[in-house]
Antibody, heavy 115, light 107 residues
Framework: QVQLVQSATEVKKPGASVTVSCKAS????????VSWVRQAPGQGLEWMGW????????KYAQNLQGRVTMTTDTSTSTAYMELRSLRSDDTAVYYC????????WGQGTTVTVSS | DIQMTQSPSTLSASVGDRVTITCRAS??????LAWYQQKPGKAPKLLIY???RLENGVPSRFSGSGSGTEFTLTISSLQPDDFATYYC?????????FGPGTKVDVK
């Protein structure tokens, strides 16, 4: 079946970096893009960016420009999201999803930033 | 950026009620709008895409309508499994943006 499986929970100190992976299965990875969304505790959904798995075209949210990098590895059908210079307000559940209208979601990766 | 608003922010309803949630965009997004349902501790689930297209496997009591700047999600007869938070999302223009959410709870 079509699914996205994300990497495990992360705990980081302020200023560190985190990389979340998202492994796709059950469909042709390069036929779709991957969106990244995060949700801080008790808050709504925040769009972080989108990457085309076909040609690597990328769009980032303005407020994350310079701190975030999204990539894909088509040989393993995996998307990655790296967030640098972590702050306490980056504490959130991070989701990957297929497409811009997000029809398949990963299970979420909790990232906690705390000293 | 396109701003998305939703009303109401909270909706108290009973099983069997007809429920309508409204989503408005700050500028025209044609039909490039999706609706999601989210339950606590779970990933969002796509219900409706392109404003009115029902995602495979989603019960037919869910429907979406609208175009341009005003959209609605309707649940024709609320079921116990439908108590959740609902988000709209525009994907007409980057950056994509979500509405703040509507929580449907028990009256």
């Amino acid at each position: 079946q079509v699914q996205l499986v994300q990497s495990a929970t992360e705990v980081k100190k302020p200023g560190a970096s985190v990389t979340v992976s998202c492994k796709a299965s059950g469909y042709n990875f390069t036929s779709y893009g991957v969106s990244w969304v995060r949700q801080a505790p008790g808050q709504g959904l925040e769009w972080m960016g989108w990457i085309s798995a076909y040609n690597g075209n990328i769009k980032y949210a303005q407020n994350l420009q310079g701190r975030v990098t999204m990539t894909t590895d088509t040989s393993t059908s995996t998307a990655y999201m790296e967030l640098r210079s972590l702050r306490s307000d980056d504490t959130a559940v991070y989701y990957c999803a297929r497409n811009q209208g997000m029809d398949v979601w990963g299970q979420g990766t909790t990232v906690t930033v705390s000293s | 950026d396109i701003q998305m608003t939703q009303s109401p922010s909270t909706l108290s309803a009973s099983v069997g009620d007809r429920v309508t949630i409204t989503c408005r965009a700050s500028q025209s997004i044609s039909v490039w709008l999706a609706w999601y349902q989210q339950k606590p501790g779970k990933a969002p689930k796509l219900l409706i895409y392109q404003a009115s297209r029902l995602e495979n496997g989603v019960p037919s009591r869910f429907s979406g309508s609208g175009s341009g700047t005003e959209f609605t999600l309707t649940i024709s007869s609320l079921q116990p499994d439908d108590f959740a938070t609902y988000y709209c999302q525009q994907y007409n223009t980057f950056p994509s943006t979500f509405g703040p959410g509507t929580k449907v709870d028990v009256k």
